[in-house]
């Protein structure tokens, strides 16, 4: 069991920066692959990006890659979505993520753990 709380979220310009954290309750916590989703309204929940409890293996959605950086603090049950360069149509909510288990998934329905998620909104 492990329970998850998104922080970070906001209004900013676009071409501007932003870091999501998840922060995640639980001793196991290093055994988690995590991941980050968005939801646009109106839209199906997407995968943005991975990072594997083994290895800390990334994987990124093509619309994000070089400019977005998942990682992961084991020892303050922690990961962060670093968001750059940021564009209008990055606006969603952003959700973290959790699976027991060391394979990286990019489908939701891989998931069992969810947090509430967190507002990103960028203005052009």
């Known amino acids: 069991q492990v329970d998850l709380v998104e922080s970070g979220g906001g209004l900013v310009q676009a071409g501007e920066s932003l870091r999501l954290s998840c922060a995640a309750s639980?001793?196991?916590?290093?055994?988690?692959?995590m991941g980050w989703f968005r939801q646009a309204p109106g839209k199906e929940r997407d995968f943005v990006a991975v990072i594997s409890w083994v290895g800390g293996i990334t994987s990124y959605a093509d619309s994000v890659k070089g400019r977005f950086a998942i990682s992961r603090d084991n020892a303050k049950n922690t990961v962060y979505l670093q968001m750059n360069n940021l564009k209008p149509e990055d606006t969603a909510v952003y959700y973290c993520a959790a699976r027991d288990l060391a394979t990286s998934s990019p489908h939701p329905s891989g998931y069992g753990y969810w947090g509430q998620g967190t507002q990103v909104t960028v203005s052009s």
């Open positions: 639980g001793r196991t916590f290093s055994r988690y692959t």
